[in-house]
Structures are given as structure tokens and as C-alpha cells.
């Protein structure tokens, strides 16, 4: 089975521009959940999806935003790019199922420089 | 609030030798803990989870944690460190439904040979 796909692998962009991230969960896969990855904060939860819905919210300006279309696929979006975006950005699945929890699934994540 | 703490940020053991991350975190119910390995421009991998039951657990590669509910912690051993071993290693809990996890701040772990 693959596993968590994530486009672009690197993106270098400016200050102000906006930038979306795909995510690719495994087959069968429901949940989708964002976590960036910085030096100073470690890693964070952004938001989760689940049936094109979001779920659940960490504490994130509205900047950062997220959908889930209906085949489970991910976008995340950062508008307005500040320097200290610049992160590692995770993307997880996970399978759902009820009466349990699931673990997470981790793609190898898309590195965001902003200059 | 849900804390997760990693109290060293590095740890260094000889390979051969064991291998103890330490984690504890803060309880409001009863937590799902996890480990996460994180080598080099890649993701996390996992390593292993306590959901319930029984309170040792063994995982991937040889590692195994042992859940302590008095002490709050879910320190990761491994019985005898490989050069290969060297990594980020991420502790996270998540609580209810739900999947957001929380982790701890990593810790780098480095096995010389």
C-alpha cells in the first residue's frame, strides 16, 4: 500500500505570497490531520479532517487554512506568507475506525522557506 | 491543559548499550500515548502506542515503552542501541476522540559506535 503522499517536497516563496499544500492520505484512509514542524516551537497540530469536515482546530491565525475533498485528499493553505512560517509541514492519516483510536500516518512533509 | 515534556534534548549511548528516552506528560482522563522516530528530511515514523491494557509494549525495531500511571510517564527503551538508532524520537498523547496529537519537544538521540 503507498503511504501519505505530499506535493510540493520544497517551495520557496516571499513574504505575502499565499502557498497550498497537497496531501495524498493512504488508501482507505479518512482522517487527514496538518502539524507544522519548527525549531523553536516543535511540532504543532494545525487542523484535522474527516468527510470533507474539519474537526478539529489548534491555535493558528486564519492564515492557515484547510479542505478535504471527497476522496480523502488534502490541501492546506497559508496566505499572506510571514517569515516565521518557514517550516516543515506535516501531513497525517488515519484510518478512523470506529470504538478506538487510530494511529497516525506521517508523510514525509513539504519543507516551506519564505524569504 | 494537555502537556507532553521531554526532559533531555539529547542523549548519547554507546552502541550496544541501553537505550532510555524519558517522557511524562500531564493527565486530565486517560491518555493514548505514542512514539514517533524522525530520521533525517523525512517524517515520522511510528514507533509504538499504549492504548490500554497491558502497561509494557513493544514496538518497531526493538524498541518498547512502559506506561506508569502514578509516575505519568512513558519512557521509551531499547535493550541495546544500533548506530542506525540514531534519531529524533517524538513522545505525543492524544486524549478522546479525536486526532490531535501532542508531542513532546524530541529528543536527539546519538549511538556511537
Known amino acids: 500500500k503507498a503511504g501519505v503522499t505530499q506535493t510540493p517536497r520544497y517551495l520557496i516563496k516571499t513574504r505575502g505570497q499565499q502557498v497550498t499544500l497537497s496531501c495524498s492520505p493512504i488508501s482507505g484512509h479518512r482522517s487527514v490531520s496538518w502539524y507544522q514542524q519548527t525549531p523553536g516551537q516543535g511540532l504543532q497540530f494545525l487542523f484535522e479532517y474527516f468527510s470533507e469536515t474539519q474537526r478539529n482546530k489548534g491555535n493558528f491565525p486564519g492564515r492557515f487554512s484547510g479542505r478535504q475533498f471527497s476522496n480523502s485528499r488534502s490541501e492546506m493553505n497559508v496566505s499572506t506568507l510571514e517569515l516565521g512560517d518557514s517550516a516543515l509541514y506535516l501531513c497525517?492519516?488515519?484510518?478512523?475506525?470506529?470504538?478506538?483510536?487510530?494511529?497516525?500516518?506521517f508523510g514525509p512533509g513539504t519543507r516551506l522557506t519564505v524569504l | 491543559a494537555q502537556s507532553v515534556a521531554q526532559p533531555e534534548d539529547q542523549v548519547n549511548v554507546a552502541e550496544g548499550n541501553p537505550l532510555t528516552v524519558k517522557c511524562t506528560y500531564s493527565?486530565?482522563?486517560?491518555?493514548?500515548l505514542f512514539w514517533y522516530v524522525q530520521y533525517p528530511n523525512r517524517g515520522l515514523q511510528f514507533l509504538l502506542k499504549y492504548i490500554t491494557g497491558d502497561n509494557l509494549v513493544k514496538g518497531s525495531y526493538g524498541f518498547e515503552a512502559e506506561f506508569n500511571k502514578s509516575q505519568t510517564s512513558f519512557h521509551l527503551k531499547k535493550p541495546s542501541a544500533l548506530v542506525s538508532d540514531s534519531a529524533l524520537y517524538f513522545c505525543a498523547v492524544a486524549w478522546a476522540a479525536g486526532n490531535k496529537l501532542t508531542f513532546g519537544g524530541g529528543t536527539r538521540v546519538l549511538v556511537k559506535p
Open positions: 497525517a492519516s488515519s484510518l478512523d475506525r470506529q470504538g478506538g483510536y487510530n494511529e497516525q500516518f
Open positions: 493527565v486530565s482522563g486517560n491518555p493514548y
